[in-house]
C-alpha cells in the first residue's frame, strides 16, 4: 500500500472509533440535564437516582470520546502536514475555538456537576449539567464548521506567492450553509443515539422488573426523545441532501448508482450491476422529489459529471467508490426509519395506564441501541468517502494533503497501533457501560467490581 492510501485508512479507522463515542456525548448531556430539571422541580428520590445513573454512563463515554479526539486531531500535523500548510490558516481557526472555548466550558462544568451533588444549592447544580451540555453541543459546532469549509470552502482566497489559502471573511465561515444543514441533523442524531441507549438499557431492566420506578421514567423520555428527535433526523437529512444536489452532485449520483442524467430521476429501491444492472429496481421520480421535493427535475449522473469536472479540473477520477456509497446511503436510511417506527411504537404502549413490554419487544429495543451507531457511522463515510478525490472541495486533492516525509513503515506501525490502542478503549468502554448498565442506580452493587455479563443473556424471557 502506499503512503497517501495508509494514511487515509489511519484517519478513518480514528474517525469512525472516535464517532461511536461522540453521539452519545451529544445527545446523552442533554438528556442527563432534562431528567434533573425533572428531579429539580419533583423533588422525587426516584428522579433523582434515575439523574446519577444515566450521569454515571454518560461520564464514562465523554471520557473516552476526549482520549479518540485529541488522537485524531494530532493526526492534521503528523499525515496531513500538507493539507495543514496549505488550509491551516482557516482550518485551525474553528479548532481552536472549539478546544479553547467550548470544550473547556463542557469540562469545566461537567467537573462542577461531578462534585457539586449535594454541595451546590439544587438550581446551581442543574445548571451546571446544562451549561455542559450546551458546551458539548456547541463544540460539534465548532467541529462542523471546519469540516464544512472541506465540503464548500467560503470565506478564503489562495495566496499564490505563500502557496496556501488564507481566511479573509470569518463570518462567511459562519454562515457555510453546509453548516446550517449538516448541525441539525448532527445535533438530532445525537438526541436519537441518546434516546435508543437510553430505551434499550431501560427495557433491560424493566424486563426483569428491576427498579421499574426508575426505568419506566426514563423509558417513558427517551421514547418522547427519541422519535422526535429521529423524525427531525430525517426532515435535516432532506435539507442536506437537497443541499449536496447543489454543491456535490456527484455524491448523490453516486449513492443512488445513477450513471446516465435522468428528468425525473428514480429513487433507487434494489440496484445491482453498476452501470449495466442485472437489478434495477427504482421509484420513478422519488429522487427528483428528494432532490427538488417536486417529482420532476434533472439530476445528474455519474458519467457526465465525470465529464464536467475533468473540464473544470482537468483530468482525474472524480467517482467515488460507488458501491460503498449505494449501501452506506441505504444502510443509514433503513437504520433511520426502523428507529422512527420503533420510538412510534414504544410510545404507542407507553398509552397504556397498566404500561408494560412483551419479552420480545424489550429484546428488540435492546438489540436496537445498534441502530443509530449504524446510521451515524455510514453516514459518516457518505459524508467524506463522497468528497473524493477532493480533501477541500475543488481546491485540494488527497495526494496533495498527505505528508510527503513520513514513510510507509511508520504509517503501517501507527496504523496498527491506533486500532489495537482504540480497539481496547472501545472495549473498556463497553465493558464498563455494560457492568453499571446492568447494575442499575444501586450504588453499592457499582462499587463491587464483578465482572460484566452481556445485556442480553441466552436465558433471558
Given amino acids: 500500500m502506499d503512503g497517501l492510501l495508509l494514511a487515509r485508512l489511519q484517519f478513518a479507522a480514528t474517525t469512525i472509533y472516535h464517532f461511536f463515542f461522540v453521539p452519545l456525548t451529544l445527545g446523552l448531556s442533554i438528556m442527563v440535564a432534562i431528567m434533573q430539571t425533572r428531579w429539580l422541580r419533583s423533588g422525587d428520590e426516584a428522579d433523582k437516582r434515575m439523574t446519577k445513573f444515566w450521569g454515571k454512563l454518560f461520564l464514562i463515554n465523554f471520557a473516552m470520546g476526549v482520549v479518540t479526539g485529541i488522537v485524531q486531531e494530532f ?61 458539548a453541543n456547541i463544540s460539534a459546532l465548532w467541529i462542523l464548521l471546519a469540516n464544512s469549509f472541506m465540503q464548500e470552502p467560503v470565506g478564503y482566497v489562495i495566496n499564490e506567492a505563500a502557496g496556501r489559502a488564507e481566511m479573509v471573511d470569518f463570518f462567511a465561515l459562519l454562515k457555510n450553509p453546509t453548516l446550517w444543514v449538516a448541525f ?15 430505551m434499550g ?3 433491560y431492566h424493566l424486563l426483569r422488573k428491576q ?17 422526535i428527535a429521529a423524525a427531525l433526523v430525517g426532515l435535516t437529512g432532506h435539507q442536506q441532501a437537497q443541499h449536496m444536489v447543489t454543491t456535490q452532485p456527484m455524491k448523490m449520483a453516486a449513492a443512488e448508482m445513477l450513471y446516465e442524467s435522468e428528468d ?17 429496481l427504482r421509484v420513478p421520480g422519488a429522487l427528483s422529489f428528494l432532490s427538488y421535493n417536486r417529482f420532476d427535475g434533472l439530476v445528474q449522473g455519474i458519467n457526465p459529471l465525470q465529464e464536467e469536472l475533468t473540464a473544470t479540473y482537468g ?12 449501501w452506506s446511503f441505504r444502510i443509514m436510511v433503513f437504520a433511520g426509519t426502523a428507529m422512527v417506527g420503533l420510538a412510534a411504537l414504544g410510545l404507542f404502549l407507553l398509552r397504556k395506564k397498566d404500561f408494560a413490554l412483551p419479552n420480545w419487544l424489550g429484546k428488540v429495543f435492546l438489540l436496537a441501541i445498534a441502530l443509530p451507531y449504524l446510521a451515524n457511522t455510514f453516514g459518516w463515510i457518505m459524508t467524506e468517502v463522497g468528497r473524493m478525490p477532493w480533501t477541500v472541495y475543488g481546491i485540494l486533492k ?24 482504540y480497539g481496547v478503549l472501545m472495549a ?31 436465558g433471558m424471557d
Fill in 75 to 135: 493526526q492534521f500535523g503528523m499525515n496531513w502536514s500538507e493539507y495543514s500548510r496549505y488550509v491551516g490558516d482557516i482550518f485551525g481557526a474553528p479548532l481552536a475555538i472549539e478546544a479553547l472555548l467550548a470544550f473547556f466550558l463542557e469540562s469545566t462544568f461537567i467537573g462542577v456537576w461531578v462534585f457539586g451533588w449535594d454541595k451546590l444549592p439544587k438550581k446551581v447544580h442543574t445548571a451546571a449539567i446544562w451549561l455542559a451540555a450546551i458546551g
Fill in 184 to 198: 441539525p441533523h448532527t445535533f438530532f442524531a445525537g438526541l436519537t443515539t441518546a434516546g435508543f441507549f437510553v
Fill in 201 to 203: 438499557i431501560s427495557a
Fill in 211 to 227: 427498579n421499574v420506578d426508575v426505568f419506566k421514567r426514563s423509558f417513558q423520555i427517551a421514547a418522547v426523545i427519541g422519535l
Fill in 264 to 280: 425525473p430521476a428514480g429513487l433507487s429501491i434494489l440496484t445491482i450491476g453498476g452501470e449495466d444492472p442485472i437489478i434495477d
Fill in 315 to 326: 483530468p482525474d477520477d472524480y467517482v467515488p467508490p460507488v458501491g460503498l456509497m449505494y
Fill in 398 to 421: 488527497l495526494e496533495q494533503s498527505v505528508s510527503n516525509n513520513v514513510g510507509t513503515g511508520a504509517l503501517w506501525l501507527s496504523l496498527i497501533g491506533y486500532v489495537v490502542l
Fill in 428 to 458: 473498556a468502554d463497553v465493558y464498563l457501560l455494560t457492568k453499571f448498565a446492568k447494575a442499575g442506580p444501586n450504588d453499592e452493587i457499582h462499587e463491587t467490581g464483578q465482572a460484566a455479563e452481556p445485556l442480553i443473556a441466552p
